[in-house]
């Protein structure tokens, strides 16, 4: 004799609505990684300053590390935002099970709650696209004013940094077109 066991919607609806707390929280660790590089990066740019006598080093490379920092930021967001999404999206299709958003608050199904959500979760992106663009201003900003010689002979370097930087700011100041949003047909 074989049982089926089926996992009651409340569960899958719990289970469901803390993956997205952890994908938030996931987010928000990456913002932070972020801006620990940008610094990190930055400090070892500084660190590397030559003196006399000392041979400069390939900081041609080290520049590089700035938008290669801020695309990887970007994916990781991009990544974020749409299982944010989707889970949202599942979690919508739970809230609409034998019509319960019809008497019940339901904060995935109901366009008030969602829009207002996804409205206050914008200052991420706001965050994240600043962060970006100070991030490389400062950084290549620096690598030129210190290495100013190096990077005059070797331009090709700066434009595929400042290509990358550009890419990645495109990337955050789009995320909000994968936002969740709410489907009224019901499933």
């Known amino acids: 004799m074989s049982k089926t066991y ?29 801006v620990s590089l940008m610094l990190s990066l930055l400090a070892a740019l500084v660190a590397l300053r030559p003196t006399t006598g000392m041979k400069e080093p390939p900081i041609e490379w080290l520049t590089l590390g700035f938008p290669v ?3 990887c930021f970007a994916f990781l967001n991009y990544k974020a935002e749409r299982a944010i999404s989707n889970l949202r999206a599942f979690l919508s299709v739970l809230e609409r099970l034998e019509n319960a958003h019809e008497t019940l608050p339901s904060y995935n ?3 008030r709650w969602s829009n207002n959500a996804n409205q206050a979760r914008r200052f991420h992106d706001y965050t994240a696209v600043l962060l970006v663009a100070g991030g490389n201003a400062a950084g290549l900003g620096a690598a030129f004013s210190i290495y100013p010689q190096r990077l005059t002979d070797a331009p090709l370097f700066l434009y595929i940094a400042i290509f990358l930087a550009l890419i990645s700011m495109v990337i955050l100041i789009l995320t909000p077109k994968w936002s969740y949003q709410v489907h009224v047909e019901c499933d």
């Open 6 to 34: 089926l996992v009651d919607a409340n569960y899958r609806f719990i289970a469901a609505n803390q993956e997205v707390n952890t994908r938030i929280a996931q987010r928000q660790q990456a913002l932070a990684l972020y």
């Open 69 to 71: 920092s801020s695309i």
């Open 109 to 111: 199904t109901d366009p």
